[in-house]
């Protein structure tokens, strides 16, 4: 029994999601429950997204729970377990249960209590119907991650009980040999099912759902037609990098640092990555993409004065609310500065949109519901007006003091990015705010190494072994257009002392230095030993499980500060030099550091859900991040959602594979092709295609 397959349906109850099935980020984080923690025991057969409707939510748990040709074992739902009004996904899945399930829902309840206070405002739902079992998940990833881990373990016997299995047969052994059977142990033991006590501290930057790289950073010997490399031993561990003054007789045979999955990887980032400096920007061009390091409050009344909504006239509206008759006009009111006479009751005054309304005006009559009746002796200025308007009422068209913002009150949050769309420049000039405090951006410089490399514009003709410089002005491309400023360091030649003074010169001017080649096994690969020997630094990473960019390595070097003496961390990103392996790494790895460093949150690239345009062969051994064109897919495979189609050949050095890119299609390892219509997980690069 314990090698049974159980099958399982999700749900998402989302409007938003039902929308734009991009918007979605459950998906992704509970498949990723279920076969990282799930014990090879589940299979997620079908997913589907609808708004929170409960006729909606109930007519496709039954299509599974009562039609289905085959049992659905277990269906998720998450989303509409909350108090707003349109959270109904307890009230729609309760009345479909024949049995409630107590047990489960305390199980999750206790865990996220444990967590925060607030999972008192989750009314989570569980049960079964005929054969299945129903658990509501919260709407949040973080939220429906932990709901899940909570009872993963123990759903399995659940399950298995509802199919219909006999209870003798499955409960013989006792309670202690279902307890091993699941990998747990009642209270007071060490439980062996904890595989997500550390999952918390990922779930804000780092869900990228790899995870597939421990133990294959060997034997990479299987064809796909794009070169692979062929290993024959099996690396041990050694304690340092290269000592280049022993000569390439006495290199390394294999690499001394241990290879991480991705995961790994990116926890090593965030551990290592220099916190946020706060400084004070001022409110104009340059503040978008910078972030918020406080709360920011409102100097002022948006509007500072009653104004007008409308053009037309303002009036003193008498108690019975009748305006109609004829009205002398007594002044005028511009949207502009000046000082304007008070009203009276039986006069009116003309004003335009946006115009202060005279002292004593209790409303807004607008032109369309007037008719001129007299000219003053000038023919130009208007003398009487025929107001038609009845039952009319104070405050009509009138927008009131602090109607849009009031004083002292805080219009954007700590920890908010200004973006270039204008609408944060725009509020904090309406209120008056002129400065603000902010994390400040580091500054990143770009170098690549290697006596081969050429300047991409030199005008005569290669050499036998020269290769033109594509990554550099590649990476200062990527991250300007992430928003971060970027420094040319130029090509340093493969000579230890040059590139130790290259590399010294470069971390007094920048904070991050992003380093291509040199960081492979060969006898002129000096960044490792430059970083470890000469430069004192400490290389936290130096292999990560994926393709491409096995060889990425991360590292900090203390670095005295001129002004202050002061030591300081600076980060050093040595990417391979293999151009698509480069651009790859730094969307994985240096982008989330940036992002930290500047206080942004989330980090890294936005993650979506997308459905295969054709067929993608995975490697064998590792995860891939396969560059892709993600686009809208009105008729095909994407269903009206979002559709991922390969740019061709991935081998490593094929710049090629990078035009017209703007996803990473995140591929698990496998022997199998994942067929056209799949859906998977992409990292976006860039905007998503209208069309293809």
């Known amino acids: 029994m314990s090698h049974t397959t159980l099958r399982v349906a999700l749900l998402i109850v989302s409007t938003t999601a039902a929308r734009d099935p991009s918007t979605d980020a459950s ?142 047969v499955l409960h013989a052994g006792g309670v202690k040999k279902l307890e091993a059977e699941a990998g747990i142990k009642s209270s007071g033991g060490t439980s062996h099912a904890s595989t997500h006590d550390h999952s918390h501290q990922h779930d804000h930057d ?58 790994e990887a990116l926890a090593k980032i965030k551990e290592h990555t220099p916190s946020p400096e706060i400084i004070t920007s001022k409110v104009d061009r340059s503040l978008p993409g910078h972030v918020l390091a406080e709360d920011v409050r409102a100097r002022e009344n948006v509007p500072a004065f009653r104004a007008s909504i409308v053009d037309g006239y303002a009036v003193v509206v008498p108690k019975d609310g009748n305006m109609k008759g004829v009205f002398p006009v007594v002044s005028v009111s511009h949207a502009s500065p000046g000082e ?36 003053a002796e000038d023919g130009k200025e208007e003398k009487e007006v025929e107001i038609l308007a009845d039952h009319v009422r104070e405050g009509e068209n009138i927008r009131e003091v602090g109607s849009d913002v009031k004083a002292d009150s805080t219009i954007l949050s700590k920890g908010e990015r200004v973006s270039a769309v204008g609408g944060e420049i725009g509020l904090l000039a309406a209120v008056g705010v002129a400065e603000v405090c902010t994390y400040r951006k580091p500054v990143v410089g770009v170098l690549s190494t290697g006596d081969e490399i050429v300047e991409p514009g030199r005008p005569d003709a290669l050499r036998l072994g020269e290769v033109r410089d594509t990554n550099r002005l590649t990476l200062l491309a990527a991250a300007a257009e992430c928003g971060f400023a970027a420094l040319d360091l130029g090509i340093a030649a493969d000579r230890p002392g040059a590139l130790e003074a290259t590399l010294r010169d470069a971390l007094r001017r920048v904070d991050f230095v992003v380093t291509t080649g040199g960081v492979s096994m060969g006898e002129l690969d000096l960044l490792k030993p430059t970083l470890e020997r000469a430069l004192g630094g400490a290389i936290h990473f130096g292999r990560v499980a994926m393709k ?55 980090v890294g690239l936005p993650r979506v ?84």
């Open 609 to 692: 859900p997308v459905a295969l345009a054709h067929d993608f062969t995975p490697d064998r051994s590792r995860p891939e991040y396969h560059r892709a064109v993600a686009f809208v897919d009105r008729h095909g495979s994407g269903g009206g959602g979002l559709a991922a189609t390969s740019t061709g050949g991935q081998r490593s050095s094929m710049v090629a594979s990078l035009r017209g890119a703007n996803c990473l299609v995140c591929m698990p390892p496998g022997k199998e092709p994942l067929k056209k219509g799949t859906k998977v997980d992409v990292l976006l690069m860039g905007p998503v295609r209208s069309e293809l």
């Open 27 to 168: 998906e992704g984080v509970l498949s990723e429950v279920l076969e990282k923690e799930g014990g090879g025991k589940w299979e997620l057969v079908d997913t589907k997204i609808v708004s929170d409707v409960v006729t909606q939510i109930q007519r496709q748990i039954m299509l599974w729970t009562d039609v289905a040709a085959d049992t659905v074992n277990l269906v998720l739902t998450t989303g509409g377990t909350g108090f707003a009004v349109s959270d109904n996904t307890p009230e729609a899945i309760s009345a479909l249960l024949h049995k409630p399930a107590p047990g489960i829902v305390h199980g999750m309840l206790t865990a996220s209590l444990s967590v925060t206070p607030f999972a008192m405002m989750s009314r989570p739902v569980a049960g079964v119907r005929n054969k299945s079992i129903i658990v509501t998940l919260p709407g949040s990833p973080k939220g429906a991650r932990e709901n899940l881990q909570a009872v993963l373990k123990t759903l399995p016997h659940a399950c298995l009980q509802a199919a219909g299995i006999d209870s003798r």
């Open 548 to 602: 491409p960019g096995k060889p990425t390595t991360f590292a900090t070097v203390p670095v005295k500060e001129s002004g202050s003496g002061e030591r300081v961390q600076k980060v050093v990103f040595a990417l391979p030099g293999n151009p698509a392996s480069a651009v790859v790494s730094f969307h994985l790895f240096v982008l989330p550091a940036l992002h930290q460093a500047a206080g942004v949150a989330p």
């Open 340 to 375: 304007v006479e008070p009203l009276k009751e039986g006069q009116i005054a003309r004003i335009t949109t946006g115009a202060p309304l005279p002292p004593g005006a209790t409303s807004v009559i607008m032109v369309e519901d007037t008719i001129l009746k007299t000219l």
């Open 206 to 263: 780092h869900s990228h759902g790899h995870g597939h790289g421990h133990g294959h950073g060997h034997g990479h010997g299987h064809n796909h037609g794009h070169g692979n490399l062929v290993r024959h031993t099996t690396p041990s561990s050694n304690p340092m990098s290269n000592d280049p003054s022993l000569g390439p007789s006495r290199r390394n045979r294999e690499s001394p640092f241990p290879m991480l999955s991705v995961d």
